[in-house]
């Protein structure tokens, strides 16, 4: 089973919870057909992130954290890394964080996978996966 995640903290160790969340709207030429999830990083690794990525889909940031869409479900049998953040329904905590990339496409995700496994990298996390189920 997988854990819930961890609470968010501002780089300054202040709960992200006493912020209000906020959701992450797509550009209207971008359209959702999977969903809309996003997960975060603490801005201090949001370069590094996006440096190792083959491809990038929707990339929002504020002074705190960066934010990458993904689709809806992402988070599925993955524990992402501490300090990355998932956030269901793009709902994120934050000061209004501003759309720095987009891919030129027009599928605003992410390859979760890439971006779940370079995390655990950057973080220095094994990744870990859940238990696949046994075969009937």
Partial sequence: MLRPPAPLLTPGGRPEA???LIRLELPPSFV??????????????GLGLLARLPRSGCVYADADWWWWIVPTGSDEELTWPLPAHYAPGA???GDSPQLIGRP???SPYTPPIPLYLNACQLTGVAPRWAAAAAPG
């Fill in 18 to 20: 006493e912020r209000p």
């Fill in 104 to 106: 030129e496409d027009g």
């Fill in 32 to 45: 959702p057909t999977l969903g809309c999830d996003a997960v975060g990083v603490p801005a201090r690794h």
């Fill in 91 to 93: 709902r994120v905590p």
